[in-house]
């Protein structure tokens, strides 16, 4: 899973609550995988392979630098040193932390419906330019989002948004 995962055309979604103690080999990986990351204050999270004399070996050393950097994912990957959740926040590995596990899951669910009601056409075609634009200039970015969006141009999507807008409504949009 943690190598499918930037290919879905659903946006994962991590939630992290404590020590994962199902998830010790595969918890930073599928973290990493996903576009989204959350947890509450109480978690930590940790990368043992170095200290099982492996290399990790899920995505998380081809990921982890691209969303910490490479001196953060370097530090967690040589040294196996757990990190807590407010560390985890400052250095970008996850993008808000929760007081409480169950505010963690009211918050996750909440984020999860918004996303829901958005349009499913603009949710795929953001995340494939985010994902595509990791690698390319700006300049190329600007031209695929460009392609990307004059495919959406006749979309009932985008004919749904622009009555909701002049009606003065929130959108209903039809789902996958």
């Not at 595969?26 to 204050?41: E, H």
């Not at 969303?67 to 407010?86: M, Q």
């Not at 970015?141 to 495919?151: D, I, Y």
Request: aromatic share 4%; charged share 30%.
């Amino acid at each position: 899973m943690p190598g499918r995962a930037h290919r879905r055309r659903a946006v994962p979604e991590a939630r992290h609550r404590g020590r994962a103690r199902r998830l010790r080999r595969r918890g930073v990986d599928l973290v990493a995988a996903c576009d989204i990351r959350y947890c509450s204050k109480d978690a930590t999270f940790v990368l043992k392979e170095v200290d099982m004399a492996i290399v990790a070996d899920l995505g998380a050393l081809q990921r982890l630098p691209r969303i910490v950097g490479y001196g953060n994912a370097a530090d967690l990957a040589l040294t196996g040193r757990r990190i807590t959740a407010a560390e985890a926040k400052e250095m970008g590995l996850v993008s808000r932390v929760f007081d409480s596990k169950q505010e963690l899951d009211a918050g996750v669910a909440k984020i999860a419906k918004e996303i829901s009601e958005k349009s499913a056409n603009a949710v795929m075609g953001t995340k494939a330019v985010l994902l595509r634009s990791r690698d390319i200039t700006v300049e190329q970015g600007l031209e695929h989002v460009a392609t990307w969006n004059s495919g959406m141009l006749r979309s009932n999507d985008l004919m749904e948004a622009i009555k909701a807008f002049m009606e003065k409504r929130k959108p209903v949009f039809s789902k996958l």
